[in-house]
């Protein structure tokens, strides 16, 4: 594509008239907003270290009480985006989210979409909408756009989350914000139970209409799977699986799409080169995560972002299973018709 003219091109006077009038020519831009080929991502391949979070989280936790953060969270920024814009990608946002035994973290509703990862801990719970959940490590729990939720800790040590939000997205659209709220009467137990082997509830022959009738994932039957593919000698490629509505067959959310891989020992997954920022976390094992012509070594916990048509393999050089979540923007770039796939 041929070489376009430049702002020094024009007269300043020129100029100046344009910006007195609030007007911008395109042409000097045009090659920035529209590359050629793919898109020139700001996202860049970064990785966070557990081993360095952790001990800077937990001092957060003397440093600030929770009445005076809300949420007691340390951002993963990824460098390329700007550490003061808080963003993993584009539409990511993460960040790993500290309770205290005897904390309350207050219940509140906001217009980002929002998963919880558990990380480390035992003995806290979140209630959405009155739903009760308890946090095991592994588990995903969703507390959606616009639903209240709420974080306690009956037990008695820290219990850490990856919080992942499209946080980016919605602030850019100019739609964030948040609404507090009192404490919730918990009026159910959140568990998939009434889900599994390809049936779903019903009554008087209506299927339910519920946007979101899984509020946390269990890890230990994630894992199970997991393990029931790998062992199918039918299976080829990736062993993974995918977070979804059991109602529609739909992602879980609307905006960005969550899976869990699992690697056997000494196998190499290559991924494909995928229309999307993925973020890549360790919840059991460790990996050797080859991102573009980057390298980390990742151990559980850790946690990596890749910006979009990246070419990633994943490699587990050890003798134990590895189980790595993972989040992505595809459900949003489906839905807009963004979504491709390239070939390595």
């Excluded at 969270?73 to 990824?78: I, K």
């Excluded at 946080?167 to 919730?184: F, I, K, N, T, W």
């Excluded at 019903?202 to 890890?219: C, G, H, L, Q």
Aim: aromatic share 8%; charged share 20%.
């Amino acid at each position: 594509m041929e070489q376009l003219a430049t702002l020094d091109d024009l007269p300043k006077n020129y100029v100046n008239q344009l910006t007195e009038s609030n007007l911008v020519p395109l042409w000097p831009s045009l090659r920035n907003v529209l590359p050629p080929q793919k898109p020139v991502p700001a996202t860049i391949e970064t990785a966070w270290y557990f081993k360095e979070i952790k001990p800077l989280l937990l001092e957060a936790g003397e440093l600030t009480p929770i009445e005076k953060a809300e949420r007691r969270v340390l951002v993963l920024a990824n460098p390329g985006h700007g550490l003061e814009n808080m963003r993993a990608s584009a539409v990511m946002y993460l960040g790993m989210q500290l309770l205290l035994p005897n904390e309350w973290a207050p219940s509140h509703r906001h217009t980002p979409n929002a998963v919880r990862l558990i990380v480390e801990g035992e003995g806290a719970y979140t209630t959405v909408e009155g739903q009760k959940c308890v946090m095991e490590h592994g588990d995903l729990i969703l507390t959606p756009s616009g639903l209240w939720h709420e974080h306690g800790h009956d037990g008695d040590q820290p219990v850490i989350w990856l919080d992942v939000l499209d946080l980016p997205l919605v602030y850019y659209m100019e739609a964030s914000y948040v609404q507090g709220g009192d404490v919730q009467e918990v009026t159910s137990v959140g568990h998939a139970h009434r889900y599994g082997v390809g049936i779903a509830p019903t009554t008087d022959f209506v299927r339910e209409k519920n946007a979101y009738p899984i509020m946390r994932y269990s890890w230990k039957e994630t894992k199970k799977v997991l393990q029931a593919i790998a062992q199918d000698p039918a299976q080829k490629g990736p062993i993974l699986v995918s977070y979804i509505n059991p109602e529609t067959g739909q992602d879980c959310q609307n905006i960005i799409g969550y899976s869990a891989l699992m690697l056997k020992p000494k196998q190499t997954v290559q991924l494909p080169a995928r229309s999307t920022a993925q973020i890549f976390h360790v919840i059991e094992g460790h990996v050797h995560l080859q991102i573009n012509a980057k390298t980390f070594d990742l151990d559980k916990a850790d946690t990596a972002c890749a910006p979009c048509f990246a070419h990633i393999d994943l490699i587990n050089n050890t003798d134990q299973e590895t189980f790595i979540f993972i989040a992505d923007e595809s459900p949003l770039q489906k839905k807009l018709g963004l979504y491709s796939v390239r070939p390595r």
